[in-house]
């Protein structure tokens, strides 16, 4: 929907953006944060997209290539560009 602004649900027209989305204690969502030199780096908010005729909602991570994957407890980085050979041998 980001790209398209159609629903791939229901294709509907009207999307509403959400640039920083927040938990319940009006914090933003964040996957990491990291403290800079020259002021705070953030990476990992949350935007989201929303379709008003049905409520399909995409979220999406912003700065996503500067996430430090190793320091986020229990993430795993999933590489689908790997070969992982045919299934059928």
């Known amino acids: 929907m980001r790209t398209t602004l159609r629903c791939p649900k229901c294709q509907g027209r009207k999307i509403i953006h959400v640039p920083v989305v927040r938990d319940n204690g009006y914090n933003r969502l964040m996957i990491e944060?990291?403290?800079?030199?020259?002021?705070?780096?953030?990476?990992?908010?949350?935007?989201?997209?929303?379709?008003?005729?049905?409520?399909?909602?995409?979220?999406?991570?912003?700065?996503?290539?500067?996430?430090?994957?190793?320091?986020?407890?229990?993430a795993t980085l999933l590489d689908g560009e790997k070969d992982v050979g045919h299934p059928y041998r």
Do not use: H, L, T
Not at 40 to 49: I, M, V
Not at 57 to 71: H, L, S, T, W
């Open 33 to 74: 944060y990291r403290m800079g030199f020259f002021g705070d780096q953030e990476y990992g908010e949350f935007e989201s997209y929303i379709c008003r005729a049905c409520g399909y909602a995409e979220m999406y991570v912003k700065g996503a290539p500067a996430i430090n994957v190793d320091q986020i407890d229990g």
